[in-house]
Antibody, heavy 123, light 108 residues
Framework: QLQLQGSGPGRVKPSETLSLTCTVS??????????WGWIRQPPGKGLEWIGS???????YYNPSLKSRVTISVDTSKEQFSLRLSSVTAADTATYYC???????????????WGQGTLVTVSS | SSELTQDPAVSVALGQTVRITCQGD??????ASWYQQKPGQAPVVVLY???NRPSGIPDRFSGSSSGNTASLTITGAQAEDEADYYC???????????FGGGTKLTVL
């Protein structure tokens, strides 16, 4: 049974960098059919895709966040990470890590999710 | 703003059928996936590539697509189906992922 466990600080100060890590267990991050993604949800609002990474390191990001986002992968630790710079109160959200299944026709879906990490941007 | 549009709220009587829709130009090219989210929980995929159900998802959940609209249908809605539902797909460029704004389903 695949499990994703997100971890990181629950509070970040404005203008600083938010850093979260997702640890994968019960399966391998070195899987050719999958990307590994980050999705966030502000309190009381909808889901927003942040970006995704392949085990080989290729990434793609939400254009609205691209200038501030870096996603990286450490296959030896079965982990992938999110860094979001210059945060403001608008970045307060629950951040989910998830496995993104990509098929050969270009369709994608998130078939396994972590429990979510609430990050509050506040001084 | 999202490239996928959903009605903010829909209600259905217990045991009746309800359809939740998702509109967007990218749906002419890419099938949608659908997620159920209950309060305080992470989303769960209930349909992928239009009408495929993961194991464990009841067969009362089904999907369809026509033109720029994808639909999630619950046939015989149960109290436990009350939740927020989100559609997702590629965007029009095919290079990014987008989510709809979500639909809050109330089972009366």
């Amino acid at each position: 049974q695949l499990q994703l466990q997100g971890s990181g600080p629950g509070r970040v100060k404005p203008s600083e960098t938010l850093s979260l890590t997702c640890t994968v267990s019960g399966g391998s991050i070195n899987s050719k059919d999958y990307y590994w993604g980050w999705i966030r949800q502000p309190p009381g609002k909808g889901l927003e895709w942040i970006g995704s990474i392949y085990y080989g390191g290729s990434t793609y990001y939400n254009p609205s966040l691209k200038s501030r986002v870096t996603i990286s992968v450490d296959t030896s630790k079965e982990q992938f990470s999110l860094r979001l710079s210059s945060v403001t109160a608008a970045d307060t959200a629950t951040y989910y890590c998830a496995r993104e299944h990509d098929d050969t026709s270009g369709y994608c879906w998130f078939d396994s999710w972590g429990q979510g990490t609430l990050v509050t941007v506040s001084s | 703003s999202s490239e996928l549009t959903q009605d903010p709220a829909v209600s259905v009587a217990l045991g009746q059928t309800v359809r939740i829709t998702c509109q967007g130009d990218s749906l002419r090219r890419y099938y949608a996936s659908w997620y159920q989210q209950k309060p305080g929980q992470a989303p769960v995929v209930v349909l992928y590539i239009n009408n495929n159900r993961p194991s464990g998802i009841p067969d009362r959940f089904s999907g369809s697509s026509s033109g720029n609209t994808a639909s999630l249908t619950i046939t015989g809605a149960q109290a436990e189906d009350e939740a927020d539902y989100y559609c997702s797909s590629r965007d029009s460029s095919g290079n990014h992922v987008v989510f709809g704004g979500g639909t809050k389903l109330t089972v009366l």
